[in-house]
């Protein structure tokens, strides 16, 4: 839908309007901005300088063969999260005097790419930076990565014979593995394990707490919780490793109150109860000397700084302060050795870190048009025209109710042959023409509610060269808000309202909701596409789980995918490519046989030569068509309208 009938404007509109806008300045502080050329801006290393033109970042790829849809991964912004967590842990245990220490761990689930987790623990060693896994296959990345034997590494999840013993030998390897006791049932296969090895693993507990969470993880927490041993559970786990002998093992305490915790009062009650806990275990004889607060630092999606399910009431720093400050509270008074404090920050860490750029194929909306009147139209259509020359701003709502009775009528009387299909047709144009004739005059405050619906009636639909169930499942499983913009344009006003729709064919592939500080809206300040131009859109703050949780609907795979360092005097450095899947590699996933899928069309090409049906040209052409899509990507080729191959590339950006 036009916001404006009058065109475009790029002098009454700033790169300023765009931030707020789109509300850049309050979800992109400190890593993105807007820059006098209407490009976002990229800050990998936050506000310790250099930035890159991430519109001409996108070129230079392009002109390496990586074609969009495109997901860039700066691990820059890894590393800057890593040292903003370590910064505000050390600064609240300075500030509280606080005698232990933070030593973190990163959950191996979040994001599982090999050079993501490497990353991690390469800029994490100066910390002791540890792993976090929840299943067989995530221990082994952790062992295999984590050779630093102070780094914890935090065993999570379901746990069988062979995954504890793992955990014990990898003690005598020279790791620290953490056995997390999460079901009841898990003691006496710790129990037995360690005795048939004659050693046994450094041991925690998860607490189920009675404290109660908010958002979409709230369940998460409390009697019905998945996993976690209640207060009786607790005391029997307690009792069941002194009279093994393995009550000296009992190193940690764990809690997890939801993967974003969008309210600060709902940390502080877990962390009072938690930390009783803690005394307590340590008062039944266990030595602990841990406590792991779980995960659930949030991020802001939208920047609010509000309880809501896409933002937090608090900062990273207000985060560590009632962390280090309520666990003191509770274990000064009773004498304890102050805990080394772990968190499983992955969302906080990880979010920031990639951007997802996608191109826009093509848009469609509800045509805006007069049907040419007729010599003899029916009643119904000499209605409807009657209505839009009517329209005025005093008789709006009168309209309304007007054109939409005209319209009902309209398709009752061709329901009962009444009506031919080329009179029903002016009738839908004309309906249309009253809506849009009706939208352009509603006032700015005021509408009445039926009239609210014709901005989502008449909106364009932007059709966008991207898998949602690939690159951002959560939008259409939990409804998660991402931050949607585009990349460029951004010193121009917008003049459309707009959702997209992605390639599959399901109805749920699109994007129809967006952040609007607190709230959502169901509809995005858009520009129009111009003719032989991209229009590049890019999805921000999704790197934790969307790569690792992304599945092959319609049997789109993987986007091409770069690590990318920032260099000096405005270069970056491409560390890492991973080229997205091809369709012979989805057709495989799904046990097909590209050779065979091959030789099956053929023969059928040599069948219809032999009945006249093909030439041999035409079905060479075919097979040659057929053996190019399968090395090509699963998304659209660049040479249809707003592709890559029409974006110029700029000198201006180097390779360090």
């Known amino acids: 839908m036009l916001l404006s009938s009058a065109p475009a404007s790029t002098a009454a509109w ?59 991964r700066f691990d820059d912004i890894l590393e800057d999260r890593l040292e903003r ?18 030593q973190g761990v990163f959950p191996v689930k979040c994001n599982q790419q090999r050079h ?4 991690l623990v390469e800029s994490g060693r100066r910390w002791h930076f540890g792993l976090e896994a929840g299943s067989k296959a995530e221990l082994l990345i952790a062992l295999s990565l984590l050779e630093d034997p102070e780094a914890l590494l935090i065993c999570n999840g379901y746990k069988d014979h062979r995954y504890i013993e793992t955990a014990i030998l990898a003690r005598q390897l020279g790791r620290q593995p953490v056995v997390v006791i999460e079901q009841a049932d898990e003691v006496e296969r710790i129990i037995a394990a360690s005795r048939q090895l004659g050693a046994a693993p450094l041991i925690g507990v998860r607490a189920k707490l009675s404290t109660r969470s908010t958002g979409r993880w709230g369940s998460s927490v409390g009697e019905r919780a998945k996993f976690g041993l209640s207060v009786p559970d607790l005391l029997h786990t307690v009792e069941a490793l002194r009279e093994a002998d393995l009550l000296n093992d009992l190193r940690l305490l764990h809690f997890h109150v939801g993967s974003q915790i969008n309210d600060i009062a709902v940390l502080k009650d877990a962390l009072q109860e938690a930390g009783q806990l803690y005394v307590q275990l340590a008062g039944l004889g266990a030595p602990m000397g841990f406590l792991d607060v779980g995960g659930g630092l949030g991020v802001d999606y939208d920047g609010s700084r509000t309880a809501t399910a896409a933002s937090t009431n608090y900062s990273l720093q207000n985060y560590a302060n009632d962390v280090v400050a309520t666990v003191r509270e509770s274990c000064e008074p009773h004498g304890l050795p102050l805990p080394t404090l772990v968190s499983e920050s992955g969302r906080a860490i990880a979010s920031h870190f990639s951007v ?4 826009v194929l093509g848009t469609g909306a509800v045509v805006d048009g007069i049907p040419t009147a007729l010599e003899g139209e029916p009643l119904i259509v000499r209605n409807l025209r009657d209505t839009l020359a009517g329209i005025s701003a005093e008789n709006l709502q009168e309209a309304w109710n007007d054109a939409r009775k005209f319209k009902d009528d309209a398709l009752s009387a061709f329901r009962l042959g009444y009506l031919s299909l080329g009179d029903r047709g002016r009738a839908e144009q004309l309906y249309w023409a009253c809506c849009w004739a009706i939208a352009r005059q509603l006032p700015a405050t005021g509408v009445p509610e039926d009239l609210r619906n014709l901005q989502a009636a008449l909106a364009s639909t932007y059709y966008a060269n991207l898998s949602i169930f690939r690159s951002a499942p959560d939008t259409w499983a939990i409804d998660q808000l991402f931050p949607v913009m585009p990349i460029h344009r951004l010193n121009e006003r917008p003049d459309q309202l707009g959702s997209f729709a992605d390639l ?17 809206k169901s509809l995005l300040e858009l520009h129009s596409l111009r003719e032989g131009e991209p229009y590049l859109i890019g999805l921000f703050l999704a790197g934790a789980y969307q790569e690792v949780m992304g599945n092959l609907h319609n049997l789109f795979g993987s986007t091409n995918a770069v690590n990318i360092r920032l260099g000096t005097g405005g270069h970056y450095r491409v560390d890492h490519v991973v080229r997205g899947h091809t369709n012979a590699e989805v057709l495989e996933a799904m046990e097909h046989n590209p050779e065979s899928l091959l030789e099956r069309l053929r023969r059928a090409s040599e069948a219809a030569i032999d009945r006249g049906q093909l030439s041999i040209g035409a079905a060479r052409q075919l097979m040659q068509h057929l053996e190019t899509s399968l090395q090509q990507s699963t998304y659209l080729e660049a040479d249809l309208p707003g592709g890559a191959q029409e974006l110029d590339a700029s000198p201006e950006v180097g390779v360090a």
């Not at 050329?37 to 990998?44: A, E, F, S, Y």
């Not at 967590?85 to 933070?102: D, K, N, T, V």
């Not at 599959?504 to 959502?520: M, P, Q, Y």
């Open 116 to 119: 993501v987790v490497e990353q």
């Open 504 to 520: 599959t064919c399901d109805s749920d592939g699109k994007l129809a909701r967006f952040i609007n500080a607190g709230s959502e």
């Open 14 to 72: 700033s790169v300023a309007d765009s931030s707020s806008l789109y509300g850049l300045e309050r979800w992109g502080e400190p890593y993105f901005s807007v820059n006098g050329r209407g490009h976002v801006m990229v800050q990998p290393r936050g506000d310790r300088g250099g930035s890159l033109d991430l519109v001409e970042l996108v070129e230079g790829l392009q002109d390496r063969d990586l074609g969009l849809p495109l997901l860039i």
């Open 356 to 359: 997802l750029v996608f191109n």
């Open 85 to 102: 967590l370590h910064g505000a842990f050390e600064r609240a245990i300075a500030q509280y005097g606080y005698s232990g220490r933070y």
